[in-house]
């Protein structure tokens, strides 16, 4: 009885070893291959890597590291744990490298004029809410007071040079604008429009209420104090040509040139002047681009025309502008 007892303790003394062996038999060959070193090819691997042998090695390029398919399978035989782990042999994985953030190129564009750079047109509305402090810079025509200067130092100068320059048209509220727009509507419904022929018609020249550069008050229409038109007799006056030669010193752009009518929706208008900052102001002038293309070449790729309008926003409120 005792002796049949102290057997089979003898067994399962020498079972236990035996399992305890094969277990660190599998631990050791998985801290081998996991420091990077190949295990030694076990039957007949020829090649992990020959494409063409069509060997269903356990081969992983980024490690570098070759695992026998025999060996693995003779190790997952003894220890099922280890096989886990041995079998998807770990990956190396390179650290990523992290995309440097774009920055832009400052004499491209001037990221603290971003509140001048607001798209408005048919498809950009007013952002909600943008109503800015404007001062009277003269004529009874205001801009915004932050190019007020701006303008004033433009017409001064334009004057200097010999020139008549008279602001005829700056900040338009949205009535007065809603005002202007249903006039021009009236005008051609009189000539004998319908009324939504009419409405289209005038959108080419006025600005559809809520879309009016003039309601951001970075915009200004200027005539002379000989002619106070604001259509095509202003083409080749003199005062123009030299506002449109000098504006980007100043900051201003000439928004609606006639070779870029498809892209601004706007007919050539030789009168209207748009703030954007010096920075744009020269690169729309050298580049002879409009703001459309100005924005998406420079501005875009790095703030969104939401993110413009929101900065502007912030701007207004933060300039104790916002009314
Ligand atoms: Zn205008």
């Given at each position: 009885m ?17 399992v ?10 998985m ?6 070193h ?9 090649s992990g ?9 356990v081969?992983?390029a ?9 060996l693995?399978?003779?190790v997952?035989?003894n ?19 992290p ?16 509140w ?17 402090q404007?001062t ?7 801009t ?19 020139y008549n320059p ?5 900040y338009?509220?949205?009535e ?32 559809v209420?809520g ?15 000989a ?20 504006c ?10 006639p070779?870029k ?8 208008e ?54």
């Open positions: 005792e002796n049949k007892n102290k057997k089979k303790n003898t067994i399962t003394i020498i079972l236990l070893v035996l305890l062996a094969a277990l660190c038999l599998g631990i050791a060959a801290v081998w291959t996991m420091t990077g190949p295990l030694p090819a076990v039957g007949s691997l020829s890597s020959d494409p063409d042998s069509g060997a269903s090695s081969f992983s980024s490690s570098g590291t070759a695992v026998s398919p025999d693995t399978e003779a997952s035989e220890t099922s744990d280890v096989s886990a782990v041995s079998v998807s042999t770990p990956v190396v994985s390179d650290t990523p490298t995309t440097p953030e774009p920055t832009p190129d400052p004499e491209k564009y001037n990221t603290g004029d971003v001048a750079l607001v798209l408005v047109n048919k498809e950009h509305p007013l952002p909600d809410g943008y109503i800015p404007v009277e810079v003269e004529n009874n025509q205001s915004d007071i932050r190019c007020a200067d701006s303008l004033a130092q433009m017409l001064a100068d334009c004057r200097a040079a010999g008279l602001a005829i048209s700056g338009r509220t949205h007065t604008q809603e005002l202007y727009f249903n006039n021009t509507v009236q005008m051609y419904v009189n000539q004998g429009m319908d009324e939504a022929s009419a409405e289209a018609e005038a959108a080419t020249s006025v600005a209420p879309t009016s550069e003039h309601e951001l008050g970075l915009s200004v229409d200027i005539g002379t104090t002619n106070t038109d604001i259509n095509s007799s202003q083409d080749n006056d003199p005062t123009q040509l030299w506002l449109q030669d000098n980007w010193k100043y900051g201003y752009i000439l928004r609606y040139p070779e009518s498809d892209i601004t929706g706007i007919i050539y030789s009168w209207h002047y748009r703030y954007v900052g010096t920075t744009a102001a020269k690169v729309i002038h050298d580049e002879n681009l409009c703001l459309e293309e100005y924005l998406q070449k420079y501005v875009e790729p790095f703030t969104s025309l939401d993110e413009i309008n929101q900065a502007a926003l912030a701007s207004l409120e933060a300039s104790g502008q916002a009314g």
